[in-house]
């Protein structure tokens, strides 16, 4: 099964976000990335497909952040077996764009699978697995948590809510919205990333810069509003449990 | 006032929260506008009369369509919207709306706004919603006259798309052959009957060390059953054995995201709010005021919480 | 300890002649079987000696001869802790030399200056240079025999770290029945030896009648008024058959040397000479990746010889924390398994080597023959080390072996959380660099930036000091004392990385390479004196690993300091401590010193832990381990050094501790353990602070 893997750098969920002067983006000089951790189980499951049934598996680095040939380099330590960067010269672009660039970028390229993380946190204008598949043509399975199967025939299992799944058939070529792997997405020794490097295989896509064409757009942002620490209930244990009962029942349960 | 066109979403026969609020949403946003829902499955007859809260319901029973179908609901509704021409479209940001919603957009050529929060229709279309994983608000202009809204659970209270009279039910055959669907399920799997499943819960009280013993814990059961939620526990509550380690939460346990968050003797170290700091409204008893868990709560009292497990319960079963 | 015969008695000088009363066939034979048990001997050895040339070079410091030549001659290593022991190996050990000794001298001057040069007149083994030699050669031969005794007789009711059970298989899995035989054969036929020698001389003295010079065989003469009592003739027959006892035995032995536990006789000695008593302070380099044709060139020729010196003795399995809390590592079962694997692809077995292994000793050694489960349980104490009486390397090996296991992706699931946000962030909490310095927001005094201000000390506060709620507020109180007593001191702020000490030892080379070059990238760009480190772990790595030495110092010696020179006056709290010693401040470091003196400064009195200094019990978090699940065993090491510390006694309050990871460590097991009223677990640094409050208040 040959599958290409999308993968994107989103902000470090770790790092405190700061708004830029116009108040109208985050404040991107000091921003670090880190790969969309969708994105890295979609990876881990071409990895394990690769591992179980051969075939091949191609990353696609998608937009311009500095992190991203570090995240490239690693896929290849962990086995990926080509690496493209697409989209380098543009700032974040809006996912419709993106599709627009990986769908060039897949021209000529024959494949099975597409897996992508099912979402990210910055994809304002919808998902980008869902809208390559679309504009290809091709089905679709969003919130995907096992995938089986050869490249005549795959089935996948999607998770809904409350534990419940399903399980699809899909006839590829056909694009996956990976939610977890089957395993947790594997560890890369440093020196086996640096080692990569120094092998240096990231092939540069100069592709057509797609205009952006979401006709969606962020007018103002700000931070939501969080307590500082706990509103502290006063009273005794009868006051207070009223008071508790009546915040949990305001929170909608 | 513009008409809205709502996505339902049903699963095991049972219409999801979401789609009434969704209902209820689309209510604000059209005011006398017409709000139409789209149902689509199998003998579905019952589910239209509950989705009052619309004027008008398209529906698609098809057999082919008993569970959703990724490829064929998307394929369907796109044929439904276009068909109904509404401005704007409420898809739920759920795992059957993030099948739905960026296949529309990509079909239809209509703008798409996803983790919306709310929607606003007067004047240009817009929305307000949480980008970064909720770390950022943002205010969201929309060009065109016609869009799709990707809606986070729990935006709006459900009650609203709940109540309203009869909606006129109009069943149409499915636009889309479903032969030509290269998606085709295989079957559902319920969840392996067993413990508490507590990440899905919406209650979780919560107990740690202040719990003393293990006899306690049936305490706060009740008052977990009393609230319809589960117990869960802080690490060393599970390590004494007091609890499976399927209720752990915490660095080494599961992440959980209740609505409410009740905790009773937990102190809250590091490694505890790493595994439930997202949690809705987070409520903490401690005797001790300088426990770091009032730092992430919502509200806390200081205080036993073998004085106010009782008073909760009584109360909750009396009202 | 041949025998011997007298013909120069009647000539009246003190002497005797090797082969007394032997014909030239007796002498024959006794030179074939001499030359049989030769070769035997050195063909095992050059066994052995091909299989540590299939290991990898490594250097070794010729300045260690002068130290290790001191530890064997005094036997040092064997008696730490057990004095006993170590008494009964001393007199076996010097017994067995000047036995050696004594057998090579008669060689010399029967063998080679008689026989081989012709030159009977050069002759020296005679006259008061024999007598002198009898009774050097019965006095040890006496204690010999005694040792030999006090060691066999202590078998007869092992202590548990003799027995064989291991920890990371169920019984009926595994056999070494084997090595009980090893270990009793080797002092039994030792035992023969000795005992079938002194025998042999009594009834020579009492066959030659009784020479007056034979008093100084002091031994003899005791056994020959017992042998006397047979008759001269009797005697002379008894002696015949006693001499082939005693030379048979002899050979034999020799034989068995390079098949047996008396192998440890030779392969200890050189393996005391060329460890290396740093290398788990100071890692060596990574292996390469092992093979699956040539598996040994995977450990270094030293590592080949530590796991042939291995004695069996106990002590590191018996020290072990992993071990001692349920954890399927024995530092011992490591050492001896690698020793099977090693024997088994060279082609050599021990005569009483273990009984038969399911296990495939020709698969991945990594991950398969060694458990990822074993290599995973070290905390990198060093215990096995400190205790090992003959220079093993566990710690260098186990840390060698995780390596592979990172480089295959077969990282622990929390290890992995940590190596991510390390490799991202720099520490290990998850968070963003950026919050490093938001604890010094409690402080209302605003710490130097040693990136744009010079200071005398800069202060390396590590991950946990800096990022654990708990441990931070040891760090503001570290800070507060400093600017109390007038200290000249900065931090880093986001600029500062995790050391890289627990990376390092869990195995990630790269990301440890990765986070010294920031460190040294940022320290660079800084102006001081001196480092300071609130974390022992990261004082070991910028000591030994970043090259940085004597200019780190740990900030309980910077205490110690401020104490000596009068900033902190001496404190008043009353009640009772004792001390947790940090295994990267004291085994590492041997810094057991100033945080004693420090105790003593608060006015608390010390009360000490059966395993204290140099045998501290490992908290469990150490060399990656406090990333690492620990629910599966039995305890937590910490839960079990706090049971320590609670039965010293109701008296002791304080269980004190100097490493930020102690106290996130014992925080916790005191809560576990149920102490939490009775034992308060806190920091030197927090006691110092406390007891000057008291001052000031009173």
């Known amino acids: 099964m040959d599958s290409v893997v999308l993968l994107r750098p989103v902000p470090d969920p770790v790092e405190e976000l700061e708004l830029n002067d116009d108040g109208d983006d985050l404040d991107r000089d000091y921003l670090g990335y880190v790969l969309n951790e969708f994105d890295d189980h979609a990876l881990e499951e071409a990895l394990l497909l690769k591992e179980k049934g051969g075939g091949t598996v191609t990353v696609f680095g998608i937009g311009s952040a500095d992190e991203m040939e570090q995240i490239l380099y690693a896929a290849l330590a962990k086995g990926a077996d080509e690496a493209f960067k697409l989209g380098d010269q543009l700032e974040h672009m809006s996912v419709a764009s993106q599709a627009e660039l990986v769908i060039s970028a897949l021209q000529d390229r024959s494949y099975d699978l597409i897996l992508t993380g099912v979402q990210a946190s910055d994809e304002l204008d919808g998902q980008l697995g869902v809208w390559v598949a679309a504009k290809l043509g091709l089905p679709h399975v969003s919130v995907v948590v096992g995938v089986t199967g050869s490249a005549g025939s795959v089935k996948v299992t999607k998770e809904f809510w409350g534990g419940i799944t399903a399980d699809y058939e899909v006839r590829p070529p056909a694009v996956l919205g990976i939610q977890a792997a089957e395993q947790a997405p594997r560890y890369v020794a440093v020196s086996l990333i640096r080692q990569a490097q120094q092998e240096g295989s990231l092939t540069q896509l100069d592709l057509e810069a797609p205009s952006d064409s979401s006709g969606v757009r962020i007018t103002a942002v700000r931070l939501p509003e969080t307590g500082g620490g706990a509103e502290m209930i006063t009273g005794d244990e009868s006051e207070a449990a009223e008071r508790i009962i009546e915040i949990i029942r305001g929170a909608g349960v | 006032m513009s008409d809205v066109f709502v996505i339902t979403e049903h699963l095991q026969g049972i219409l999801t929260e979401t789609s009434f609020e969704l209902l209820a949403m689309a209510r604000g946003i059209a005011g006398s506008g017409k709000v139409t829902a789209g149902l689509v499955g199998s003998g579905v007859g019952d589910l239209a009369s509950q989705l009052g809260g619309a004027d008008a319901i398209v529906v698609v029973d098809d057999p082919a369509f008993e569970v959703f179908n990724p490829e064929g609901h998307a394929r369907v509704f796109a044929a439904l919207v276009d068909e109904s021409q509404a401005p704007v479209v409420l898809v739920p940001y759920t795992s059957m709306g993030m099948d739905v919603a960026s296949d529309l957009a990509a079909r239809s050529g209509m703008p798409l706004v996803s983790f919306c929060t709310s929607v606003g229709a007067e004047g240009a279309l817009g929305a307000t919603c949480r980008l970064y994983a909720g770390k950022i608000e943002a205010d969201i202009e929309v060009d065109g006259e016609r869009a799709i809204f990707a809606v986070l659970a729990g935006s709006t209270p459900a009650e609203q798309g709940r109540s309203g009279g009869a909606a006129i039910v109009e069943t149409v055959s499915s636009p889309v052959d479903a032969g030509s669907l290269s998606v085709t399920c295989l079957g559902v799997t319920l969840p392996a009957g067993g413990d508490v499943d507590i990440t899905s819960q919406d209650v979780l009280v919560v107990v740690g060390r202040g719990i003393e013993s293990k006899d306690n814990i049936e305490e706060a059961q009740e008052l977990a059953d009393a609230l319809g939620g589960a117990v869960a526990a802080s690490r060393p509550i599970i390590d004494q054995g007091w609890l499976p380690k399927s209720r752990q939460v915490g660095k080494s346990g599961l992440t959980v995201k209740p609505k409410v968050y009740l905790t009773l003797g937990v102190s809250g170290a590091p490694e505890h709010i790493e595994g439930m700091k997202d949690a809705g409204t987070i409520i903490s008893v401690n005797t001790d005021p300088q426990a770091p868990i009032f730092g992430v709560a919502h509200y806390g009292w200081v205080g036993d919480i073998f004085d106010i497990l009782p008073e909760l319960v009584e109360k909750l079963e009396a009202g | 300890m041949s025998s011997s015969l007298l013909v120069a008695a009647r000539e009246g000088v003190a002497g005797r002649e090797t082969f007394l009363n032997f014909g030239s066939g007796e002498t024959l034979a006794f030179y074939l079987l001499a030359l049989l048990a030769t070769l035997i001997f050195f063909s095992g050895f050059l066994f052995r000696i091909r299989k540590y040339a299939r290991g990898r070079r490594r250097k070794f410091d010729w300045r260690r001869l002068g130290p290790a030549v001191a530890e064997i001659a005094s036997q040092r290593t064997v008696a730490k802790r057990d004095r006993a022991v170590g008494l009964a190996h001393f007199f076996v050990f010097w017994g067995f030399i000047v036995l050696l000794a004594a057998t090579a001298t008669i060689a010399i001057d029967d063998d080679v200056i008689k026989r081989f040069l012709g030159r009977p007149d050069l002759q020296f083994w005679k006259g008061a240079f024999y007598q002198g030699y009898s009774l050097i050669v019965d006095v040890f031969g006496i204690g010999f025999i005694a040792g030999l005794i006090y060691l066999g007789r202590r078998r007869r009711k092992p202590p548990a770290k003799l027995g064989y059970e291991r920890v990371d298989r169920a019984k009926g899995t595994y056999d070494r029945s084997g090595y009980a035989i090893d270990d009793r054969m080797f002092l039994r036929v030792l035992l023969v030896i000795a005992i079938s020698g002194f025998l042999l001389e009594g009834f020579r003295i009492a066959a030659t009648d009784f020479p007056d010079f034979e008093i100084f065989s002091i031994g003899g003469w005791v056994v020959a008024l017992g042998a006397s009592l047979v008759g001269t003739d009797w005697a002379e027959t008894i002696r015949i058959v006693l ?375 490992c908290c469990g978090a150490g060399g990656g381990r406090i990333w690492m699940d620990d629910s599966g065993l039995d305890e937590r090491p910490s839960e079990n050094r706090i049971r320590e510390a609670v039965a010293l006694g109701n008296e002791v309050g304080y269980f004190v501790v100097a490493c930020p990871k102690d106290m996130v460590m014992y925080s916790d097991a005191v809560k576990t353990t149920g102490h939490e009223g009775r034992l308060q677990v806190v920091d030197i640094a927090q006691l110092l602070e406390r007891s000057l409050m008291e001052v000031s208040v009173g």
């Open chain 3, 243 to 617: 001499w082939w006892a005693h030379a048979g035995a002899s050979l034999a032995f020799i034989a068995f040397i390079p098949y047996s536990k008396a192998m440890h006789m030779a392969i200890d000695i050189v393996n005391l000479a060329v460890t290396d008593p740093d290398s788990a302070r100071s890692l060596p380099p990574p292996a390469p990746t092992p093979s699956l044709e040539r598996p040994l060139a995977f450990f270094t020729w030293k590592e080949l010889l530590d796991f042939d010196a291995c004695t069996k003795c106990g002590r590191c399995h018996e020290a072990c924390p992993a071990r001692a809390t349920g954890a399927p590592l024995s530092p011992r079962d490591l050492i001896l398994d690698l020793r099977e694997l090693a024997d088994a692809n060279a082609g050599i077995d021990l005569w009483y080597g273990p009984g038969a292994d399911p296990r495939d000793s020709t698969g991945e050694i990594v991950g398969g023959y060694i458990t990822t489960e074993t290599l995973w349980a070290c905390t990198t104490c060093m215990a096995c080390v400190e205790a090992c009486p003959v220079g093993i390397e566990h710690v260098s090996l186990i840390v060698q072996m995780r390596r592979r296991l990172v480089e295959t992706g077969e990282v622990e699931p929390g290890l992995q959380t940590a190596f991510q946000s390390l490799a991202r962030a720099g520490n290990s909490f998850g968070k963003s660099a950026k919050q490093r310095p938001r604890w010094t927001r409690e402080l209302d005094f605003e710490i130097k930036d040693v990136r744009t201000e010079p200071v005398d000390y800069l202060w390396f506060l590590g991950d946990h000091a800096s990022f654990d709620p708990r441990a931070a507020e040891v760090s503001a109180a570290v800070a507060r004392l400093l600017e109390r007593a007038g200290v000249d001191f900065g931090i880093l702020y986001e600029a500062e990385r995790n050391s890289g000490n627990d990376v390092r030892r869990a195995g990630e080379e790269g990301l440890f390479e990765m986070l010294k070059e920031q460190n040294l990238t940022a320290l660079e760009s800084a102006s001081y004196q001196q480092i300071v480190t609130t974390d022992p772990h990261s004082l070991n790595t910028l000591r030994y690993e970043y090259g940085l030495e004597n200019a780190v110092i740990h900030y309980t010696e910077l205490l110690d300091r401020l104490v000596a020179e009068g900033h902190f006056g001496p404190g008043s709290i009353t009640g009772v401590a004792t001390y947790h010693d940090p295994c990267y401040l004291g085994r590492y470091q041997e810094e057991f010193d100033a945080p004693r003196r420090l105790i003593s400064a608060t006015g608390l009195q010390l009360i000490e832990m059966g395993r204290c200094r140099e045998n501290s019990f």
